[in-house]
């Protein structure tokens, strides 16, 4: 053999060495199930740290390569992962245990932490990975059909504005029924919400029953949400970055939207021709929908940059986000800025402290107008006039006017369409432009809001802990709304000038201990707690109007200084607090929890409201007799009764509602020998017997998974007493006042709540899950203190009314029944204004007495929804993930006034003809009717988002250990019930819970598509 020969063959020999060393090994195994020890398909196996792969196949048998020393990685959704590393055998087999996790989950509860397994309350959860791939502005838009029982509804759909929530129904007439808010264990007002950025969200807790909220006493009867932001972790500091850039449109409505072309071929249909009107409507030549030129849609970013890491000593996170939402309304623009830090130390191995501070600003350009308002306006109406609309203007009546100025209906009056002489009006209103209204108007907010908490915690003992920290919260807001000289037809007299400031701060000292102890089979945890709470705020407030120009807006510019408020309130509150958690087992579960509360805002009579709970389970899935089951991993009974409180008044008087008990006095003028003199006099009826509003709710539920939890999920049924509810009832006139606050009346919120989660498709390549949630809830009004069936209204220029009857929901419309809409040939002027309708309409004589009168009103509907319900479905194919949520609402209804606005129902030219209309007895205006009544049911693709994640071996190259780049859409389909009209079948207008349903206008829901992309380095 010569050199040549040995040269090639060692280096053949060399090349399958490192071939080998290379590829490693081919190992084989056989992935079994610890629970049956039957075969896996499916299971992914890995070497760590490499890229590929491999499977199991319907045996459970896989192949693979690796090398002595490395490490295979076994996982499958439903069971737990494992890591084995290689040695010199070629026989790798393993056995998988079935993965608990949704048991061993850890959860947040009320002044402390909980395993899932051991939950005896109804506690709703939303983890962040199911948040921060959202692409949405606020916090509320990611949470809507998230939680079965919580509900979301966008009431005003402008950039920034706070959502209105509730849980599980409307339970105070007089007070809030929002639930309390506690984030990182500071409690803060409930808008606080929409200022935190949903990036730095680790968790969601949602207490639902009163046992789980009753541990927050009197704030805590409309349920409580529980925010734990993200924390660092012991490593190297890891930075992540995540921006998205979306395009924002007004979803509009089609019924709103007559155009002159469509409304001048109806007329054409009906009379043969076209009124001299609609002639001259065609010659100006404009038309255009007001909603094209007030929904000018926007553009909205974020961005959001983080660090955590940490020693095993201090361990740290900070971050910094920025978010810019134009809205979809002209002139809506919205900017939020925050800053969050949160430090953990750890001194030794008894004492550790920490921090957590997050400051926040918002700037916000509000749309001021009112939409329906604006929208009511013809679209023959030009914004500005220009070269061809100016012929038409009355110079007579108006002579100033010129190219490029705001066009009003008025100036197209009076016009000689014939040339002989004759006049043609086109008006309908005297207002100035729609567009004026809001362009010429500047309404602005800025708000400064600080959050933050400084704790220390000592180990007094082997399992008992002390906890004292200090905290609170700071929101500064100022508010400056000036309103042009062109923003009203009065001219310079009406522009005005309005200044706000409000401060508020509330600090709390809390001290906390707790203990942990196992005995046995027995683990006990036990927590007790004081804290002290100040809550001081102030606001002022001055007008001035009247302003020859808009070149100086300041107040020194003003003609008169017309209103001026100032006051300044204080409510302190010191709080007991206990809970005890017992298990045996892991199978039986017990929690006991009690509150004391004292608020300055009570009665010397009842200071003090007293706020017990208990709570008992059962883990039936780890009774022998189902701990071999192959059908049932969890199956968990729970059953829990419990009280909680509402101290939140909203009388209408912010001093009234801080101080209900106390005699108050407020300034009144009067004359006294022909001057005006200033003077005091009382304000309202003092009750040193006022205390909270309280709630009583049983919860019946059980908790289930089945089939290796690839089914799973919870069934709560509810029933909640709100009682000794702060309402304002009628008293004799000779105290001076015709009501006053005293506890009385109640109502019941009842209901059944769903979750359902489907593991439908899992292995290697390809994941499905889906997640079902539903809740019904039945709101009535049971006692009304001696004031069932009062008949209120909103406004009494247009009076349609409510009913609180007991025995029925706490609001219900009343009015009418349509019989029919009155014949076309009977009205006056049909064609008069494009889109316009009849206000009046024949109504159903119910009674059948032959006379229309109150005795014919009844029940026409109520605000309630009968079913909210989401589906949400999730795919991940190898580096691809796709999702997409529906979320719904049945059976609820709005008075949707906007009809009237729209449809110009007020119009008297398009009124019946009182010569010729027959049975004129049996007509009435539509909204005292059920004609404006509307169906609020809707669909809506909530959310869809198609991602790629990189792969790792070609993100780190670029120095990137995660890479996601994603397409995403909020509302992008919105369906609607047939018969309404609006925009938005949420945007109920805030009028108390006594006429709830109002809607008058309301913002447009927003269809966004946005790209983005999340980066880990």
């Given amino acids: 053999m010569n050199v040549k020969t040995k040269f090639s063959l060692v280096f053949l020999l060399l090349c399958s060495a490192l071939m080998i060393a290379q590829n490693g090994l081919e190992r084989k195994g056989t992935v079994t199930s610890s629970q049956d020890g039957g075969p896996i398909p499916g299971v992914n196996v890995s070497v760590v740290g490499a890229s590929g792969g491999a499977s199991t196949d319907f045996d459970g048998n896989y192949t693979i390569n690796a090398s002595n020393g490395e490490v295979l990685q076994f996982s499958y959704v439903g069971f737990k992962t494992q890591l084995v590393t290689v040695g010199s055998e070629i026989q790798v087999n393993v056995v998988l245990e079935l993965d608990n996790e949704l048991l061993d989950e850890v959860v947040v509860i009320g002044y402390g932490t909980q395993s899932r397994a051991e939950v005896t309350a109804a506690v709703g959860k939303v983890k962040n990975e199911d948040l921060d791939q959202i692409a949405v502005g606020t916090a509320e838009e990611a949470l809507v059909g998230q939680v079965a029982g919580l509900n979301i509804q966008a009431t005003e759909s402008e950039a920034g504005s706070a959502a209105t929530i509730t849980v599980r129904g409307v339970g105070s007439i007089s007070g809030n029924s929002a639930p309390l808010l506690v984030v990182d264990g500071v409690v803060l007002e409930s808008d606080f919400l929409s200022s935190i950025d949903v990036n730095d969200i680790q968790s969601v807790e949602v207490l639902k029953d009163a046992a789980s909220a009753s541990i927050y006493g009197s704030r805590a009867a409309g349920g409580v949400l529980l925010i734990t932001t993200k924390e660092g972790k012991e490593g190297e500091t890891k930075f992540s970055y995540n921006t998205f850039t979306g395009v924002k449109e007004a979803h509009k409505s089609e019924a709103y939207d007559t155009s002159v072309a469509d409304w001048h071929r109806r007329e054409q249909q009906a009379l043969g021709e076209l009124s001299p009107r609609s002639q001259y409507r065609e010659l100006i030549g404009i038309d255009q929908s007001w909603q094209d030129r007030v929904f000018d849609g926007g553009i909205i970013e974020s961005h959001f940059l983080s660090a955590r890491g940490g020693s095993k000593r201090t361990k740290f996170s900070t971050s910094m986000a920025y978010v810019h939402d134009e809205g979809v309304l002209v002139t809506d623009d919205f900017k939020k800025y925050n800053f969050k830090l949160k430090i953990d130390t750890k001194v030794n191995d008894k004492f550790k402290f920490g921090a957590n501070i997050a400051p926040s600003y918002t700037k916000r350009r509000r749309f001021d107008g009112s939409v329906h308002d604006i929208l009511r306006q013809q679209p023959w109406l030009p914004t500005y006039?220009?070269?061809?609309?100016?012929?038409?203007?009355?110079?007579?009546?108006?002579?100033?006017?010129?190219?490029?100025?705001?066009?009003?209906?008025?100036?197209?009056?009076?016009?000689?369409?014939?040339?002989?002489?004759?006049?043609?009006?086109?008006?309908?209103?005297?207002?100035?432009?729609?567009?004026?209204?809001?362009?010429?108007?500047?309404?602005?907010?800025?708000?400064?809001?600080?959050?933050?908490?400084?704790?220390?915690?000592?180990?007094?003992?082997?399992?008992?802990?002390?906890?004292?920290?200090?905290?609170?919260?700071?929101?500064?807001?100022?508010?400056?709304?000036?309103?042009?000289?062109?923003?009203?037809?009065?001219?310079?007299?009406?522009?005005?000038?309005?200044?706000?400031?409000?401060?508020?701060?509330?600090?709390?000292?809390?001290?906390?201990?707790?203990?942990?102890?196992?005995?046995?089979?027995?683990?006990?945890?036990?927590?007790?707690?004081?804290?002290?709470?100040?809550?001081?705020?102030?606001?002022?407030?001055?007008?001035?109007?009247?302003?020859?120009?808009?070149?100086?807006?300041?107040?020194?510019?003003?003609?008169?200084?017309?209103?001026?408020?100032?006051?300044?309130?204080?409510?302190?509150?010191?709080?007991?607090f206990s809970r005890a958690n017992w298990s045996y087992q892991s199978k039986y579960l017990a929690s006991l929890s009690v509150r004391t509360d004292a608020s300055s805002v009570f009665g010397v009579n009842n200071k003090y409201g007293f706020f017990p709970s208990a709570s008992f389970g059962w883990n039936v899935a780890r009774e022998n007799f189902l701990s071999e089951s192959d059908i049932v991993n969890d199956l968990k009974l729970r059953v829990s009764y419990g009280f909680s409180g509402n101290t939140n008044l909203n009388t209408g008087d912010v001093i009234i509602d801080n101080y209900p008990s106390l005699q108050l006095f407020g300034p009144q003028t009067f004359v006294q020998d022909g001057v005006a003199v200033t003077g005091f006099a009382p304000i309202n009826i003092p009750n040193p017997d006022l205390k909270w509003e309280r709630s009583q709710e049983t919860n019946v539920g059980v908790d289930f998974g089945f089939f290796g939890n690839v089914v799973s999920g919870a069934v709560d049924v509810y029933n909640k007493t709100s009682d000794q509810l702060l309402l304002s009832v009628p008293v004799s006139t000779t105290t001076g006042f015709r009501e006053a606050l005293q506890n009385i009346g109640e109502v019941v919120n009842r209901g059944i709540e769903l979750e359902l989660r489907t593991r439908n498709v899992s292995n290697q390549n390809f994941r499905w899950t889906t997640t079902l949630l539903a809740s019904k809830n039945e709101n009535e009004l049971t006692d009304f203190g001696g004031a069932s069936g009062l008949i209120t209204n909103v406004d009494d220029k247009r009076a349609a009314e409510w009913i609180n009857l007991e025995g029925q929901p706490i609001s219900s419309f009343y009015g009418f029944v349509v019989d029919k809409e009155i014949p076309l040939e009977f009205i006056a002027d049909p064609f008069r204004l494009v889109g316009g309708q009849t206000q009046d309409v024949y109504v159903k004589d119910l009674n059948g007495d032959g006379v229309i009168d109150d005795d014919d009103k009844t029940i026409i509907g109520d605000p309630y929804p009968d079913l909210i319900w989401s589906i949400a479905n999730d795919f991940k194919y190898k580096n691809f993930d796709a999702s997409f949520t529906f979320q719904g609402s049945w059976g609820g209804q709005v008075r949707n006034m906007t009809d009237q606005y729209i449809f110009n129902h007020f119009n008297s030219s398009q009124d019946f003809v009182p010569t010729t209309t027959p049975d004129q007895g049996f007509i009435r205006e539509k909204i005292f009717t059920d004609a404006i009544i509307q169906d609020a049911s809707y669909v809506a693709l909530r959310t869809l988002s198609l991602g790629y994640t990189l792969d790792r071996d070609l993100s780190s190259k670029i120095g990137i250990s995660k890479a996601r780049v994603y397409a995403s859409g909020q509302n992008l389909l919105w369906i609607t019930a047939d018969g309404y009209t609006g925009w938005n079948p949420e945007a109920i207008r805030n009028e108390g819970v006594l006429n709830l349903g109002y809607q008058r206008g309301g913002s447009p829901v927003a269809r966004v598509v946005s790209l983005g992309v999340n980066v880990e380095f």
């Fill in 385 to 576: 006039h220009d070269e061809n609309t100016i012929q038409f203007v009355d110079f007579n009546a108006f002579p100033g006017v010129q190219i490029g100025d705001y066009a009003k209906e008025r100036h197209f009056d009076n016009y000689d369409l014939f040339g002989d002489g004759g006049d043609v009006d086109l008006s309908s209103t005297s207002n100035t432009n729609p567009l004026a209204k809001v362009l010429e108007r500047n309404n602005t907010e800025g708000r400064f809001r600080l959050y933050g908490k400084f704790y220390g915690q000592y180990e007094i003992a082997k399992g008992l802990q002390a906890r004292l920290s200090i905290g609170g919260d700071y929101d500064n807001r100022r508010r400056r709304i000036y309103d042009g000289v062109l923003a009203s037809r009065n001219g310079a007299a009406d522009a005005a000038l309005e200044l706000q400031s409000r401060d508020r701060i509330h600090t709390v000292v809390e001290g906390l201990l707790t203990y942990n102890t196992s005995f046995g089979d027995h683990n006990l945890d036990i927590v007790g707690g004081a804290s002290a709470e100040n809550f001081d705020t102030a606001e002022e407030q001055v007008t001035g109007i009247g302003f020859a120009n808009d070149l100086l807006q300041t107040l020194t510019n003003a003609t008169i200084v017309s209103e001026k408020l100032s006051y300044r309130v204080e409510q302190r509150l010191l709080s007991f």
